[in-house]
């Protein structure tokens, strides 16, 4: 690849093969190709996608944002924020791999922000793009369909493949919710105030839904509903590892949703250092 020559990027070729395909398709399309080619398998070695897309160096750096790709001195460079740890350095990574599928990438700088930027929407389009990208790159289909024939689909699962694939676990959960056979839905939840409390001194946080993430009919999950008190997820959140029936009414005004859930507790840190108890649940 070289800067002094202009030439149609991946996804310009990919639309002028099939034009009448959506960019969402191109771009997957585009990734899975490059995991075909090299055959990549888990933990994907992201130094070999790196070369074959003809970019120079990677810097683990000291940077304001999640990633970053730009040319210097005449050769690609993506550079990873050295405060993020492993897992999220991969996903950003391929992230930024993904960028060179797309027209300009040589010349114009593409950041991967943490909290995101106010985008515009045709950065925004690219960004998800990039991240549905970065997924493919970051779980090769065709290994990762392998590894969850037959698994069962719960949070011990996920964290397995996590650790397969040195991936995050909510980005793990992504990818067996959309590659499963069968109806899954994935929840997100954290402690913590609805946004109408934030500012209130004696307001309690609670355990609320963060998103949620489904393939399959499922009801809608709405965004900060808080979880019964008495309900199995409170009880996640106290440390109990669940894999039990249960019933999703707590969440949704559909009644009597009965699922096998899945859950456990995952605290984290943000980049202020504050720590947020979380708990990730799979239902099906």
Request: charged share 25%.
């Amino acid at each position: 690849m070289n800067g002094a020559v202009e030439q149609l990027s991946l996804l310009e070729q990919s639309r002028a093969e099939e034009p009448g395909v959506a960019d969402v398709e191109h771009v997957r399309r585009i990734a899975r190709g490059i995991t075909s080619d090299l055959a990549l398998v888990a933990p994907v070695d992201f130094e070999i996608v790196t070369s074959y897309q003809g970019i120079g160096v990677v810097q683990v750096t000291d940077i304001p944002w999640a990633g970053c790709l730009i040319e210097e001195a005449g050769e690609l460079v993506i550079k990873l924020r050295e405060s993020d740890g492993q897992r999220r350095r991969r996903f950003t990574w391929a992230h930024e791999l993904a960028h060179t599928f797309f027209p300009g990438f040589w010349y114009q700088p593409n950041f991967r922000c943490s909290p995101p930027a106010a985008p515009t929407s045709r950065s925004a389009e690219v960004e998800v793009l990039c991240d549905l990208a970065a997924a493919e790159l970051l779980f090769p289909v065709a290994s990762f369909r392998g590894d969850l024939a037959g698994a069962d689909l719960n949070i011990i699962c996920v964290e397995e493949l996590a650790d397969r694939y040195l991936a995050s676990l909510e980005a793990t959960a992504h990818r067996v919710i959309d590659l499963s056979e069968r109806p899954a839905l994935m929840i997100v939840l954290e402690e913590m105030n609805k946004p109408a409390d934030r500012a209130d001194p004696i307001a309690e946080p609670q355990l609320r839904v963060s998103y949620a993430f489904g393939k399959g009919d499922w009801p809608y999950i709405p965004r900060w509903k808080s979880a019964d008190p008495a309900g199995p997820l409170v009880s996640a959140l106290a440390g109990e590892v669940l894999d039990q029936a249960a019933d999703l009414s707590e969440l949704t005004a559909h009644a009597n949703t009965e699922v096998q859930m899945s859950a456990k507790l995952y605290p984290y840190r943000d980049d202020q250092g504050t720590l947020h108890r979380r708990v990730i649940a799979i239902c099906r």
